[in-house]
């Protein structure tokens, strides 16, 4: 059952359109800037849940993976994230924009909560700098997903002037960072490290932590990476596992993203929905027949089925005969994709009897490869899923941010960087997601000992399969300066079997100016400290 915390946060969603700038104009808009409205601690804590609902949503997750290789949007859907891809994009655009002002417009509810809440009368010490340290947190998320597109961006810690933000010049990422590295190292100590059920949802140490792991993460600071990683899995700032349930839907990697498991031990921090209040659906990524009529138009891209291992542990080739290139694969694909021949498992509305349909991709009218308004890719989405949907496959499962599978991940990564990679750090960190994901060979799970550049192929393709979907490979592609290898291809069709003849989709293409975004041009115009224009645009 969803708890009160995430009723009080869900229900303040409608205010945000109140309260939300579309540029760096920070200049008073409503009552929440005004002196007279900090009367209460209620009303303070308005103000907390409406940034955390500024923070992050369904969109941006989806948004995130169509910036990388693993999902891609039918030509009339999301375009500009496939102009980005296909090397055309310009500073005019509708994304790089809104992007900006919805930042911007999440760390002005920050500010003004910092600058404003010491006028709420009688709020205890304790509780004030509780709330200050999840907006905080919220603040420096916000910010570290700005210097991640932008680069060096306005950089204010308090609420400004439109005066101020007309002559406002751009901060260097890196002074950022230092920055936000030292708000985290405060409020790591105010946040708590566990909390009752009826506050789940709340910011914990631990998301803090994993931030700031992040950040040197994404920084090449593989050292201070690995530290903090270890820490998290030393149980430092409360206690994270891998979730596993002995009575599963599907299976424990499959159910950890259903609503009947949320807030389970591997959870770090999920952006929170809500039944009826606040809801998605995957009704345009699944297949037709599962949903009984609209139709897909967003899907996962062969580059990634084909990146789910053997059962053995190899690396997946494509065979030369006629015979089918899923047999024997990476549990997690099925668990991730709807490839030819796959078993949809559902949950019948009326009567709650399980139901079960094999998914012809091949010929099948409704969701046979390019018929109708079906995949062209060969592939439909099954990651998120949940079989306590209702009608038109809508969902209130919660968006998980940040888990406990990605620190095992961060820590193997950063190991392997600075030379430390072991037997011990592999039977810490890729045995155990592997074991949870379904594999029992030794071959995938014994320790391969190989140099460093071979484990680090093998690290990287783990968090691929492993986090895919859930909007963080186009950061991964990123920091690894990765870009001309990995994003410069022809996108092909699904190969069904090793004689599937393929076409070409997509043609992805990436030059070095799309390391960083353009700031939006509206912006420049309107705020001339912003120039010069980043690189190539």
Same mark, same amino acid.
Request: charged share 25%.
């Given at each position: 059952m969803k708890n009160t915390f995430k009723y009080i946060m869900v229900g303040i969603v409608a205010a945000v359109a109140f309260w939300g700038c579309n540029s760096l104009d920070q200049a008073p808009t409503n009552k =929440? &800037?005004?002196?007279? =409205?900090?009367?209460? $601690?209620?009303? +303070?804590? *308005?103000?907390v849940n409406m940034a955390y609902n500024q923070m992050y949503g369904v969109g941006k997750m989806w948004s995130d993976e169509y910036l990388g290789d693993n999902m891609i949007a039918k030509r009339d859907r999301n375009p500009e994230e496939r102009q980005i891809r296909q090397g055309s994009a310009h500073p005019g655009m509708g994304l790089f924009s809104s992007e900006w002002s919805w930042a911007y417009g999440g760390i002005k509810t920050t500010n003004v909560f910092m600058d404003k809440v010491g006028l709420v009368p009688d709020l205890p010490a304790e509780e004030r700098q +509780? *709330? &200050?340290?999840? %907006?905080r947190f919220i603040r420096a998320y916000l910010y570290f997903r700005l210097t991640n597109f932008y680069g060096a961006v306005p950089f204010f810690l308090g609420d400004i002037t439109l005066e101020e933000a007309k002559v406002m010049p751009r901060t260097p990422r890196a002074e950022v960072i230092a920055t936000l590295h030292k708000e985290l190292d405060e409020i790591i100590p105010q946040l708590p490290q566990s909390v009752p059920a009826a506050r789940n949802g709340e910011i914990r140490q631990a998301a803090a932590a994993m931030l700031k792991a992040r950040f040197y993460l994404y920084d090449g600071d593989f050292a201070n990476a690995a530290k903090i990683c270890g820490e998290i899995m030393e149980g430092k700032y409360g206690h994270y596992e891998l979730f596993q349930t002995k009575t599963p839907v599907y299976s424990s990697y499959e159910d950890l993203f259903t609503s009947a498991n949320e807030f389970n031990v591997e959870v770090i921090l999920s952006y929170s929905m809500m039944p009826i209040i606040r809801e998605w659906s995957l009704n345009d990524k699944v297949p037709n027949s599962t949903v009984g009529s609209m139709g897909a138009y967003f899907f996962p891209t062969e580059s990634l +089925? $084909? &990146? @789910? %291992?053997r059962l053995d542990g190899q690396p997946f080739e494509y065979p030369t005969t006629n015979t089918s290139c899923y047999t024997d694969r990476d549990p997690r694909m099925d668990a991730t994709i709807v490839r030819h021949n796959s078993v949809w498992r559902d949950v019948d509305l009326a009567s709650g009897a399980a139901t079960t349909k094999t998914i012809n991709i091949v010929s099948d009218a409704t969701d046979g490869i390019n018929k109708g308004n079906a995949t062209e890719t060969g592939y439909y989405v099954r990651k998120w899923f949940d079989p306590a949907h209702r009608a038109d496959m809508l969902i209130s499962t919660d968006i998980i941010m940040m888990r406990y599978a990605d620190v095992l991940l961060m820590y193997a990564e950063s190991m392997n960087e600075i030379g430390q990679m072991s037997e011990q750090v592999w039977n810490s960190t890729i045995r155990p997601i592997r074991e949870r994901a379904g594999f029992t060979q030794q071959g995938a799970l014994q320790y391969p000992n190989l140099d460093q550049a071979a484990m680090r192929e093998i690290i990287r393709r783990e968090r691929r399969c492993e986090l895919a979907l859930e909007g963080l490979r186009y950061y991964d592609i990123i920091r690894w300066n990765a870009g001309l290898e990995l994003l410069n291809f022809d996108l092909m069709s699904a190969k069904f079997t090793g004689t599937t003849e393929q076409s070409s989709i997509f043609k992805y293409k990436f030059t070095s100016r799309d390391m960083l975004w353009p700031v939006p041009q509206s912006q420049i115009?309107? @705020?001339?400290?912003?120039a010069p224009q980043n690189s190539g645009y």
């Open positions: =929440f &800037e005004e002196n007279t =409205f900090w009367t209460s $601690k209620d009303r +303070a804590q *308005m103000v +509780a *709330m &200050e340290a999840q %907006i +089925a $084909k &990146e @789910y %291992i115009n309107n @705020y001339p400290s912003l």
